[in-house]
Each structure stands twice: as structure tokens, then as C-alpha cells.
């Protein structure tokens, strides 16, 4: 199967060529680290198989934030830690886009004003939510996402939310939920619009005083929109995993490379239908590498209730919020597993590609330089290898774990 690394490989040299001097060092580390991603170059650990006894090589994982080979494991712990989270209330899911005009401006500050579009997106929503003909809650949550492409990975920045229906009063004692005639209604989108407007703006200005501004037509509405979410927060938390520790395209979506073009699959907003689309090779190297955050830049954000400052409130409102659970249920509550079936539901790491029949045992960890001698000694031919010296004793730096 065409990975992005296979890309990469063949036409990231003449794009750095052309444009390396304009680049920004993120974006070269990242063409680096994915043409390297699990090959020899970044070193690997020696693996046995305990039922037909081969021997196997894992290569390490770049981990690097722009490869989509990488970050499915940190996409699930991502997951299971915000899971622990989450109020047992009904949640909203709110949606601020920027307009066309503010685009190109966005893109080329992307540090000062995509923090200034979380910052205005979460101000806008919490003077809004006190509103005591809205919520009248003083302070509310929100978790926070940062996605900057559409389906042909063209630049368009959002932010998705998260934001549980309520909030905490004026006292900071008492939880104000949204009211049951509303709960389908968290707080008008048009007064949203226009809140998120005026302070990103004034934000913006702020932040960057002596770069011009594109006019923007004042009746032209700004996109935002807050929706109840109807199969449970959980769904909008995988669909906001996707795109934490995962980038704007993955292998799977890509059809074809060849000497001047890439061709890659993506599906229409308009009647959801997949489509396929063939650009030169430096238009679709250009296109993945501006959704690559600068160094630093956190694409996820917590805010008011559900930031890390805020934990022990936090609990306390779970345990206050928590559904009562009657006396019948706490009798009938599900008995531990057995120890049998915690190991059979425990993760048995990585099979054996050999024989399919047991997981593999990490025996020691391979420098990069013996990794490479190992291939060149199987393109050779040679398939024995020497009596590996004991392990060491050095953890390695953490990257270099498999």
C-alpha cells in the first residue's frame, strides 16, 4: 500500500531543493522524520518469537506530529484521559470558522493568531453563556481543537468544541444546566457570530499592531454554529481524536505517485461521494506541509472548567452531577473479571508475521547502525546474524522506543 513516507521519499529532495530556503524547520524536520519513519535510520529493537523462533527487527517511530503513521497509540490515550473528564451532562458541540478574507493573514502569523482564534472562540462563547437570558452561568468548560484543512487539503482554519450544557452560577457553588424547553438551544449563533467577530478582531489587532488587516464586508456573516450532540460526547470525542495526534491525510487516502504527480482520495462535503484528485507533486507537498503546526504550537486546548487548573472542581462536579444509582443496581453491580480473563483482554503486543500464532519478545535494542548492517547483510543474502550481546542497561532517549 502507497504510504505518504513513499511520497516523500521521492519527491521531498526536489521540494526542499526548490523551497528550502523559504521553509520553515518544522516543516523540513517533518519531511525528514517521515521519509525515516520505521526504517533502519531510526534504529529498532531486536524481537523473538516464542512459538516458531525467528527472529524480527521493529524499527522505531519518528513521532513526529505531522506523520500519519505515527500517533494511533496517542490518539487512544488521548482519548481514554479526556473519557475521565467528562461531566455527566448533555454536551454541545460549537464550531467557529474564520472567514475567506483572513486566511491568507492567519497562515503566514500562524502562532500569534491561531492562539488569538482559541482565545476569541472560547471569550466569545463564555460571555454569551452569562447571559442570564441564555444560561446566566459565570463559568463554563470547553475542550478545544484546532483544524486548519478541508478534504483537498486546502488551508481552512477551525475550531471545534466541546462544551458541556451548563455552568457553574455566580456563587461558583450552584450548576446552572440548560433548561429542558431548550435543550436542543445552548446560545443564538448569530450573537455568537458577532461577539466571535468583534473580539477576534480586536484580539488580532492586538496582537499584531503594525500588520494591515484585510477589509472584510460587514454584513458578511461569520460561520459559527452549536449544536446538541445527539449519540453522546464520546462520538464527538473520537471524531475530535482524529485529528490530535494524526495530520491532514492518511495513507489510506492516497491512490497513486508517479514521476511528477500524487493522486489521493477524498470525499465531497456536498454529497458526501468520494472523489479523486491529481496535483503536481510540489502542490501536494505545499498543501500537507502548511497544516504542519509551528514548533511549540498546541493544536488542543482546555478551557475554564476543564483545565488542568481547575481538577478539583472539576471532580467535585462530577461527583455532584453523577446519576444516583439505586440500591438494586449497587447489588447487582458487575463482579471484577476473573485474572484469566484480564490477561486474555490484556494487549498481547505485536504478533509474529512468521507464524501468526504468538507475540513477539523484545530480546534488545538495535543502534541504527547495526539496523542498517542487518539489511545490508539480507540484501547479500546472509540471513545469519551473530550471537547478540547482552542488553543494555540504558533506556535510550524515549523516542527511540518502538
Not at 351 to 359: K, N, R, Y
Not at 368 to 392: F, H, K, Q, Y
Amino acid at each position: 500500500m502507497l504510504e505518504l513516507a513513499d511520497v516523500v521519499r521521492r519527491h521531498g529532495s526536489a521540494y526542499l531543493e526548490t523551497h528550502g530556503a523559504s521553509m520553515l524547520p518544522s516543516h523540513v524536520r517533518a519531511l525528514d522524520a517521515i521519509a525515516q519513519c520505521r526504517t533502519a535510520a531510526m534504529g529498532g529493537h531486536l524481537a523473538l518469537c516464542s512459538a516458531c523462533g525467528r527472529e524480527h527487527v521493529l524499527y522505531h517511530s519518528c513521532r513526529n506530529r505531522a506523520c500519519p503513521r505515527c500517533g494511533f497509540d496517542a490518539t487512544n490515550r488521548w482519548l481514554a484521559k479526556q473519557r475521565e473528564l467528562l461531566l455527566p451532562v448533555p454536551h454541545f458541540h460549537v464550531v467557529f470558522t474564520l472567514p475567506e478574507e483572513l486566511r491568507r493573514i492567519v497562515r503566514s502569523h500562524q502562532k500569534a493568531l491561531l492562539s488569538v482564534l482559541f482565545r476569541a472562540a472560547f471569550d466569545s462563547l463564555r460571555s454569551l453563556c452569562a447571559d442570564r437570558h441564555f444560561l446566566g452561568a459565570q463559568e463554563i468548560g470547553a475542550l478545544a481543537v484546532l483544524h486548519t484543512w478541508t478534504r483537498t487539503l486546502e488551508w481552512h482554519p477551525h475550531v471545534h468544541m466541546l462544551v458541556p450544557g451548563g455552568g457553574l452560577a455566580a456563587d461558583g457553588q450552584t450548576w446552572l444546566s440548560v433548561p429542558p424547553r431548550r435543550k436542543r438551544y445552548l446560545v443564538p449563533e448569530k450573537a455568537l457570530a458577532k461577539r466571535f467577530r468583534g473580539r477576534f478582531l480586536a484580539l488580532a489587532r492586538r496582537a499584531l499592531p503594525n500588520v494591515p488587516f484585510p477589509e472584510i464586508p460587514w454584513g458578511k456573516r461569520w460561520v459559527v454554529f452549536a449544536k446538541p450532540v445527539m449519540h453522546g460526547s464520546e462520538r464527538v470525542l473520537e471524531y475530535l481524536g482524529r485529528y490530535v495526534h494524526r495530520t491532514a491525510l492518511s495513507g489510506k487516502a492516497l491512490l497513486g505517485c508517479d514521476e511528477h504527480t500524487v493522486t489521493f482520495r477524498y470525499r465531497r462535503s456536498s454529497d458526501h461521494q468520494s472523489r479523486s484528485m491529481t496535483l503536481p507533486a510540489s502542490e501536494f507537498l505545499r498543501r500537507f506541509l502548511q497544516h504542519v503546526p509551528p514548533k511549540g504550537f498546541h493544536r488542543v486546548r482546555a478551557f475554564g472548567l476543564l483545565h488542568s487548573e481547575r481538577r478539583g472542581t472539576l471532580r467535585r462536579l462530577q461527583l455532584l452531577l453523577a446519576p444516583q444509582k439505586s440500591s438494586e443496581s449497587e447489588s447487582t453491580k458487575r463482579k471484577p473479571a476473573s485474572p484469566e480473563a484480564t490477561l486474555e483482554a490484556s494487549p498481547t503486543g505485536p504478533i509474529c508475521p512468521h507464524c501468526g500464532q504468538s507475540a513477539l519478545r523484545l530480546v534488545r535494542r538495535l543502534s541504527r547502525e547495526d539496523c542498517i548492517m542487518r539489511e545490508l547483510l539480507a540484501a547479500n543474502g546472509v540471513t545469519g546474524t551473530a550471537r547478540a550481546p547482552p542488553p543494555s542497561r540504558s533506556q535510550g532517549p524515549r523516542e527511540a522506543r518502538p
